[in-house]
Every structure is written in C-alpha cells, then in structure tokens.
C-alpha cells in the first residue's frame, strides 16, 4: 500500500478524496435554472407545440418544456460547444428535439432552413450560464487571474483583449460608459492605452483599482460587464432576435425572456411596449378595427420567489417578461 493511504469502510482514504474532488467538480458545472416554472407557465405550452429555447445552457427549461409536449417539437440554440455537450446528456431521455450551434441572431434563418416558419413560443434566458462564470479560463471574472478572453462563441476572432489592446480611445470609453454605465470611463481608456498590451484580467483589474478606489463595490465589475457585452454584441443580437420572433409567432404564441440588466430589460420592455401600443397621432381617432397583434401578459416584471434568490444568489438580478400573439 502506497505511503499515506488510509482505510474508511471499504474504501481506501485516497479513492475517496478523489470522489470527494469529481463531487465538487459536478457541484460547479451546474447551472441553477432561473424562474424554471414561471417560464414554462407563460410559455402556455401547447403539447403539440413548435417551441424554441433561444439559450439551451444547462438545459433545465428546456427539460420542463419536453416534458411539457407530446407530439410537439423543441429547437434549441446554444453558441457555446460545453453547454451543447452538457445538454444533450440532459436531455437524452427525448427525441423530439433538435440542438443547433448558432447565435439565437440567426435563428428565424436556421429555422427557415429547416422549412419551420411558425412556432408557438420561444424562450431567451438572457446572459451566462455558471459553467461559463465557473470556468476561470473564459475569463468572464475579474477575481482570478486568467487571459482576456469573454467570448460565449469560442470560435468567433474578437476576445475582450482584442478589445483592450486595439480599440481607440473613444471606443473604448463608450463601451464602459453605454455597456457599463462605468462613470469613470474615459480615465480608465486612457489608462489601458498606457498600458497596452493587457495580457491578464489582473492587468485590467490593477487599473480599475487605480481609477476606482474610492468604490463601494468592485472596482472592475461594470467594466468587466461592458466588455462582456461588446465581446459578445449582446445587445444588438437581443434588438435583432426580438424582430424576428413577433415573425415567427403563430396567433396565442408567447414570447418570455428573461434578463440580468438594466440594459437588456429595458430594450426588452421598449419592445414589448411599442408591439403592443398603436402608434396613432393624438388627435386622430381610434377605430374599433385598429388593433395590435400583441399583448403584453406580464404588467409587471416577474421576479424570483425569496426562496429562489435565497437558494441561488444569481437569481436576484434576473426579470422576466412575456408577449402574446393575439389570436386573431
Ligand atoms: C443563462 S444560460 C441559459 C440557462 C438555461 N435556460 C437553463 O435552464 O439551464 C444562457 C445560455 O445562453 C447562451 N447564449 C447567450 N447568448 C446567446 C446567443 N446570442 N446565441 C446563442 N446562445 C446564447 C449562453 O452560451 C448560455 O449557455
């Protein structure tokens, strides 16, 4: 027996350390599923439904809405190869769904490619999943030290280092200011361009730090924030994704998305609003034949019970909003 291998019942001290380790990592590459049941009620699924899962993830909404269908049908769309590996064992159990690797921008094409023009609903659960946060080497954290790298596609050219290291100084300071609501924006692009080339997010970190010292919070979370979203155009796919799901939508479908921002929810709830009011001038009348095609199902925003955001601290940001196709 090797030195310092001890027994416990049957099991040698080692073995179990080395369950004790796989237990821990199986614990982080799960990603909590967020607002799991309001989802999956404002879907009303129809089971003979065609349902699209714009962020496939951890695959815990779309689990709920196949087991929600019977003859129906679910697409899925994911960018990121770890979170389609992982959903697939998920779902393993069904067979009427589909899995494509595609930004959910391009999702009215893909479906049209595959002769689907209609769908009863589709559901975006906006942003990262933990696997994505979990994993230090995709660069998403400013505690670690790791490379600048942010992108949910792994094989899409632009990194956040890309960004830091050959963006001009106004580019650079509208990221942090627009993405980032980053009140010292411009100082902290001109620090970077000082400092080019940032190699690390500690490189990125020690600068915020130096800028931001006087803050309450992180130093480097909002820019952090912002470069995750220019990495990853997060807010043009959701303005270009929302065109075309009202498209897609047959009479009674549902759109439901879920945010994590300001930013977001608020391109979300403009949307939302501007498919479901008439834009008629003032002083012109309104006539009983003049309607909108949509209404907004959630007056207010939906938030996590206490108990979710209790038990899963990533929930407390999250809001969801939903959209119907009126059935006519
Ligand atoms: C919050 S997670 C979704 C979690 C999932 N609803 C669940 O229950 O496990 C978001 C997922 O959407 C993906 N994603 C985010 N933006 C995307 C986009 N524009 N196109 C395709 N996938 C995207 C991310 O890669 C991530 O896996």
Not at 85 to 92: Q, T
Not at 151 to 178: C, G, H, K, W
Not at 180 to 185: D, F, L, M, P, R
């Amino acid at each position: 027996m090797p030195k310092g291998t001890f027994f416990f019942g049957s099991l040698k001290y080692d073995q179990l350390f080395v369950i004790v380790i796989l237990r821990n990592q199986g614990d982080t590459m799960k990603h909590e599923t967020v607002l799991k049941e309001e989802a999956i009620e404002y879907l009303n699924i129809k089971p003979d439904g065609i349902y699209v899962d714009g962020t496939l993830g951890g695959a815990g909404h779309s689990l709920r809405i196949l087991e929600s269908l019977t003859t129906g049908f679910l697409y899925a769309f994911d960018q990121d190869d770890f979170a389609i590996n992982y959903a697939k064992d998920v779902l393993k159990g069904f067979s009427n769904y589909l899995i494509i690797k595609s930004n959910f921008r391009y999702l009215k094409q893909r479906l049209n490619d595959l002769g689907i023009h209609k769908i009863d609903g589709l559901l975006l659960d906006l942003g990262l999943s933990s696997f994505q946060i979990d994993d230090v080497s995709r660069g998403f954290t400013y505690l670690k030290e790791t490379s600048l790298d942010m992108r949910m596609d792994q094989s899409q050219p632009l990194t956040a280092e890309l960004i830091l290291n050959t963006f001009e100084l106004d580019e650079l300071a509208r990221i942090f200011y627009v993405y980032g609501e980053e009140k010292n924006a411009y100082k902290i692009a001109h620090r970077i361009i000082e400092k080019r080339p940032l190699k690390t997010t500690m490189d990125l970190v020690k600068i915020c730090d130096s800028v931001n010292y006087k803050e309450k919070g992180h130093s480097s979370k909002r820019v952090f924030q912002a470069l995750r979203i220019a990495v990853n155009d997060e807010l043009t796919v959701l303005e270009d994704v929302l065109k075309d799901a009202v498209d897609l939508l047959n009479p009674n479908g549902r759109l439901v998305i879920i945010t994590f921002h300001s930013l977001e929810d608020r391109i979300v709830k403009h949307f939302f609003k501007d498919e479901s009011t008439l834009d008629i001038p003032k002083n012109l009348p309104i006539l009983p034949t003049m309607n909108t095609k949509f209404e907004v199902i959630t007056k207010k925003p939906v938030y996590p019970t206490e108990l979710e955001m209790e038990r899963n601290s990533r929930s407390r940001s999250a809001k969801l909003r939903a959209l119907k196709r009126k059935d006519v």
